[in-house]
């Protein structure tokens, strides 16, 4: 008899990795107002780690700064606060979780649809002209994660799921939450919530199957939503038999894009994933990548 719900089985995941202390902390220093820059950048350069890694990152061509950024603190004054600790739960999510390994769950093709759907979303937000565009790149690295906590957590009970799936050809969701009374979408938003993460991150992982049902940040949800689809079904890991994953006409409605974008998407996003996970390789943050 299954007797664990969202909660439990998020809980559950913290056991099997927790996130570094220093990650936790940026984001609540990243979220007082009254936070210097000064600050929060000594705090980041405390880890020497965490700190080559995101100046790695800034540096890189994913970002295509001109100037060379070599300090935390002019790192946090180019980038912005939010941008930054961005960037330091990117870092922080694939070191705690990219080796997370489960009977069900495939960790390298996980996290290779995480940052190809980070990257989709980070490029779709630029195109929408939005602001602080790294957290999409966020978000969509992360919108999955409860299915990981879920399918390594509960992997006698996710058996039953997948066949069902199979045997249905419904939609992994849908079944979960017919055959547990919540879905990993559920999950993920627990997550979020024990995380500390923004709202719109918990909007995201609960909602990314279903925008038209979010209720706060629509217009993210929605990016993260169409950003999955056309990782499932377009780029260099996309499947021939899944075009554009079902995308729903709500989201691109809500989003004023179309379906005319994804060519141009997909070529920069094959690209950007060849700079962006080989800085994580490269560091060991995803050694399944």
């Not at 008899?1 to 990795?17: H, Q, R, S, T, V």
């Not at 994913?62 to 980038?79: E, H, N, P, R, T």
């Not at 980070?122 to 195109?127: H, I, P």
């Not at 056309?230 to 554009?244: M, N």
């Amino acid at each position: 008899m299954f007797n664990k719900g969202p909660k439990e089985i998020a809980i559950k995941m913290l056991d099997f990795a927790p996130l570094p202390g220093v990650c936790l902390e940026i984001g609540k220093l990243a979220d007082d107002p009254d936070c210097s820059m000064e600050k929060l950048a000594a705090l980041v350069a405390s880890d020497g780690a965490l700190s080559a890694q995101v100046l790695r990152i800034t540096n890189s061509p994913f970002y295509g700064y001109s100037a060379k950024i070599d300090s935390m603190k002019q790192a946090v004054q180019i980038l912005g606060t939010d941008s930054l600790r961005n960037l330091v739960y990117a870092s922080c999510f694939l070191s705690a979780y990219g080796a997370l390994e489960s009977h069900l769950v495939n960790s390298q093709n996980f996290w290779r649809h995480g940052l190809y759907t980070g990257i989709v979303a980070r490029n779709l937000a630029k195109k929408c002209q939005l602001a602080h565009s790294e957290r999409f790149f966020v978000a969509g690295l992360l919108h999955d994660v409860g299915r990981l906590a879920l399918y390594t957590a509960l992997e006698q009970a996710a058996v039953g799921i997948l066949d069902e799936v199979e045997e249905e050809q419904m939609s992994l969701y849908r079944v979960e939450r017919s055959l547990l009374g919540f879905s990993h979408c559920d999950v993920g938003m627990e997550l979020m919530k024990i995380w500390n993460l923004p709202e719109s991150m918990r909007q995201v992982a609960k909602f990314h199957h279903s925008p038209s049902m979010a209720e706060a940040y629509e217009l993210e949800v929605s990016i993260i939503h169409i950003a999955e689809g056309i990782a499932r079904g377009a780029g260099v890991f996309g499947s021939p038999e899944d075009v554009y994953g079902g995308i729903s006409d709500h989201a691109w409605n809500l989003t004023g894009l179309d379906y005319d974008v994804v060519d141009e998407i997909v070529v920069k996003a094959d690209s950007d994933y060849v700079d962006i996970a080989a800085l994580f390789i490269e560091r060991g943050y995803s050694t399944s990548i």
